[in-house]
């Protein structure tokens, strides 16, 4: 499975982006996804997680009631709307696909998009 995320950008506190992961292969529908970010100098941390089916989704309590991702499998894709972003929020956003969306380690996730850069102004 080969990822490609986009939607990435610079908007201010407040508002909202959509971001979007791309995927090649007949074989997506089995995967779980996963959204994670990375801050400079830290590590990557998860964001949220949607099954292959779509029907449960998890999220980092930093972005619960903010965030929501879904999947379109038809389109190969998965999203990941941003809603009442906050400077925090600034960091590099990767999605991931693997075989549990329950585990939160990026060590779970076998294969990875290449970033998109949301900044967030205040």
């Known amino acids: 499975v080969q990822l490609q995320a986009s939607g990435g950008g610079l908007v201010q506190a407040g508002g909202s982006l959509r971001l979007s992961c791309a995927a090649s292969?007949?074989?997506?529908?089995?995967?779980?996804m996963g959204w994670f970010r990375q801050h400079p100098g830290k590590e990557r941390e998860f964001v949220a997680s949607?099954?292959?089916?779509?029907?449960?989704?998890y999220y980092a309590d930093s972005v619960k009631g903010r965030f929501t991702i879904s999947r379109d499998n038809a389109k190969n894709t998965v999203y990941l709307q941003m809603n009442s972003l906050k400077s925090e929020d600034t960091a590099v956003y990767y999605c991931?696909?693997?075989?549990?969306?329950?585990?939160?380690?990026?060590?779970?996730?076998?294969?990875w998009g290449q970033g998109t850069q949301v900044t967030v102004s205040s």
């Open positions: 949607i099954t292959w089916s779509g029907g449960s989704t």
């Open positions: 991931a696909a693997g075989a549990s969306a329950a585990v939160g380690a990026p060590s779970a996730y076998d294969y």
């Open positions: 292969g007949r074989t997506f529908s089995s995967y779980a």
